[in-house]
């Protein structure tokens, strides 16, 4: 279960890069925190119980991914994801995401959180919004309704543009936003 989380979490990140800057052919890393990893396997793990844990990863993984190498410094852990990886997800990923229509919604110049809004509504019928005052964020908006599509998906108006992040559930909950 649990290496079936991160799976589907590398190949989500991979997507909404990919969306942000376009495809290339090329190695990336992605990094994240002990916490976020011990989320994916339900684990109270230290680091170096997690980096023994993450040392072979499951074909499952592998036969799509390559052979990624994982290291860590603190908790901090790096997944070094090859050419292999990139261009398998540009090749499954279907032209019509949400990620990819929110990307370029958002990068748009004078977005308004109205049409953030009305995004998530043409995706679903049951969008869950919250008004935040926490110094990050204004607003949490997230679906109820997508078990494909989990995320907390925080914003920020800036002014000039809106600015977002999405996080685990689990990740947000740690926060106590």
Known sequence: MGYDKLERNLIDII???QAK???FREDIRLYYPLSSLNHFFDAADT???????LEVLPASITDKLGDIEVSHKG???CFH???QGTVYVHNNTAGNEFIKELVNL???HGCTMDEILDLFHTHSDNVITEEMDNGEFDRLIRFGDKPDDTYY???KDEGCHIIYHRF????YADFDF
Do not use: S, T, W
């Open 47 to 53: 680091a170096d119980e997690m980096q023994a844990r």
């Open 75 to 77: 908790d901090r852990f």
């Open 21 to 23: 800057l376009g495809f």
């Open 106 to 108: 958002v990068g748009r």
């Open 15 to 17: 997507k909404e890069e």
């Open 153 to 155: 998906y925080c914003f």
């Open 168 to 171: 685990l559930p689990e990740d």
């Open 81 to 83: 994801i090859p050419q």
